[in-house]
């Protein structure tokens, strides 16, 4: 048990590592889910895994919404379904090494975030305007698939000819891969996951926009992280102020230049075309070199 929780804080505490975080957050929330059912189960108080589960996801009525906000957040985050979360926890581990390898792991969980709130809002916009999608709402709706597509069809729209090998099909562009996606959610509307997939096509939007804004220079990552830091920010021990007193040399320090080796944008941007053109297995060594550069900088910000 000591080993298990070794390896925990080891794979929690590793720098740079949104993407893991997300999945062990969701991993988490569905083994308690699922014990609180099956304790619910065996001592027979049923009413109370499903006030649970009505604590968690996001409601299409907006009364009930009203009274508990935080579903927002909370719903995609929670699975009850194994093969859901595993499901989504596949593609959000491809598609999420995808993004983190070009933007950093920093804007990975803001669009997670963005795309789970983009999910719910058309969720719940849809279900008390439209009497079609209110008829077929249901009581509830919980899964990450809305954050997971909204990651999908970012990662699609920022290096759309990036390939990946698919089992049967071989390497297959990822715009191609977020069409079908797109598609599956559109038809999706006339069977029996209406308000799920509603809220896939509301995530989806929100990656297209997310990758639309940043490349016009207007970064949606920082609010979140402003949120993210400040919360953190306050289980952070204060530290202990030390004073000391050092004698002046005379000569000058040295500063740190580093940011004269900071790739410039312009570059950055250029590579990022080529790659929309041409593919990544395109870019000279030089130009992954880069970019590789580009996203350790953007970890540090």
Same mark, same amino acid.
């Given at each position: ?21 997300? @999945? ?6 569905? &083994?308690?889910? *699922? /014990? ?7 001592? $027979? !108080? +049923? ?69 789970? @709130? ?6 719940? &916009?849809?279900? *008390? /305007? ?7 709402? $249901? !009581? +509830? ?69 997310? @990758? ?90």
């Amino acid at each position: 048990m000591k080993s298990f929780i070794d390896d925990f804080k080891y794979t929690w505490n590793r720098p740079n590592n949104g993407l893991m975080r997300l @999945i062990i957050i969701n991993a988490s929330v569905f &083994v308690t889910v *699922n /014990l609180i059912f099956v304790i619910a189960k065996i001592s $027979g !108080s +049923g009413p109370f895994y499903d006030k649970i589960i009505n604590l968690l996801s996001i409601s299409p009525s907006i009364n009930e919404f009203i009274t508990t906000p935080w579903t927002l957040f909370t719903y995609f985050f929670t699975h009850e379904g194994f093969f859901h979360v595993l499901f989504n926890m596949l593609v959000l581990y491809w598609f999420g090494m995808i993004f983190d390898e070009f933007l950093g792991n920093r804007k990975l969980v803001a669009l997670y975030i963005w795309g789970g @709130i983009a999910g719910g809002l058309a969720y719940l &916009v849809m279900s *008390n /305007l439209v009497e079609y999608f209110s008829a077929h709402a $249901g !009581s +509830g709706m919980v899964g990450a698939s809305a954050s997971v597509d909204a990651i999908v069809i970012g990662a699609a729209t920022l290096v759309p000819e990036y390939r990946i090998s698919l089992l049967l099909l071989g390497p297959v562009r990822i715009k191609y891969i977020a069409a079908v996606v797109v598609f599956m959610s559109i038809i999706g509307l006339g069977g029996g996951n209406v308000g799920g997939n509603v809220a896939h096509l509301g995530g989806a939007l929100m990656g297209f926009l997310f @990758i639309l804004q940043m490349r016009k220079g207007h970064d949606w990552s920082k609010p979140v992280w402003a949120v993210l830091d400040w919360v953190s920010n306050l289980f952070k021990p204060k530290p202990k102020i030390h004073v000391s007193y050092r004698k002046n040399s005379g000569k000058k320090s040295k500063r740190n230049n580093h940011h004269s080796d900071e790739p410039d944008q312009a570059v950055i941007d250029a590579i990022l075309d080529k790659i929309s053109e041409s593919g990544y297995e395109k870019l000279t060594a030089e130009e992954k070199h880069i970019l590789f550069k580009a996203s350790q900088k953007k970890e540090e910000n």
